[in-house]
């Protein structure tokens, strides 16, 4: 049963570290390892010029917010969005490519569907 859906809305920084609490909890076990994505772009002084700044970007654009490695070779890749977040077409386009290849992939919403998803892919059971 799941105590999030439409009794509680959830901003996507939270319900992020909340899935990556619990990650770190199965790591811990020796359950999964597992990667915190970022893309984005920074900003840097530029050593020749100083009053310059330069700028760099980090990362893919569209990949998941969340890689999950698990035993037997089980990867989940989760996107998670807060609860009326809207998916790029970009990301939707990318998680379809990782389908296609026999991958997992999921847009998230709430802490307790990625529990469970992980959950069930630690026993080996196809979700």
Known sequence: MNL????????????????????????????????????????YEDRQNPEKKRKVNYGRPDSPDILIFIKGGITLFFECKSSDGKVRPGQVKFGQRLKDLGHRSYVLRDPQTAMDIINEAIKGVKV
């Open 4 to 43: 999030y859906k439409g009794k509680l809305k959830i901003n996507e920084t939270p319900l992020v570290y909340a899935i990556l609490q619990f990650c770190h909890y199965q790591e811990n076990l020796g359950k999964l390892t597992y990667i915190r994505n970022n893309t984005g772009q920074a900003e």
